[in-house]
């Protein structure tokens, strides 16, 4: 191999790696929701991600997700919440409510469709 043949191998792999860590390895701030008039509510942005991605609740009250999509990316267009069977369609900048009661402590992931974006519902006891 020669140096150029070594240095873009190790380019593409610096490359690869950092990908691969910003889709799936990366970790966001846990956001703790507050409860209004007995509904846990939050708003996320969706924009190259869930901004926030991890979201904290209370078991056994009900939950509005509220996602505003701010792109227009085909990989944003739908939500989905696989442990809740709960999925929505995200119109480009238009606020969305996902409603459902987390009846069980854990943590839960959410995702697109494609399963590049990702966030995490983490419900406690």
């Known amino acids: 191999m020669t140096v150029d043949q070594i240095l873009v191998t190790i380019l593409g792999l610096l490359l690869s790696a950092s990908v691969a860590w910003y889709f799936w390895l990366s970790k966001g701030k846990a956001t703790r929701i507050q409860t209004a008039d ?3 509510e939050a708003l996320i942005t969706v924009k ?3 901004s926030p991605d991890i979201i904290v609740v209370k078991a056994g009250k009900p939950l509005r997700l509220n996602f505003i999509r701010e792109e227009t990316a085909a990989c944003s267009e739908q939500v989905i919440f696989p442990d809740f069977k709960k999925q929505a369609t995200l119109t ?4 969305i409510p996902v409603e459902f009661t987390p009846d069980k402590p854990g943590e839960f992931e959410f995702q697109c469709a ?7 519902l983490i419900v406690e006891p």
């Not at 494609?114 to 995490?120: E, S």
């Open 92 to 95: 480009p900048f238009k606020k």
């Open 38 to 40: 007995g509904v846990q």
């Open 114 to 120: 494609m399963g590049m974006l990702r966030g995490k």
């Open 48 to 50: 190259g991600g869930y």
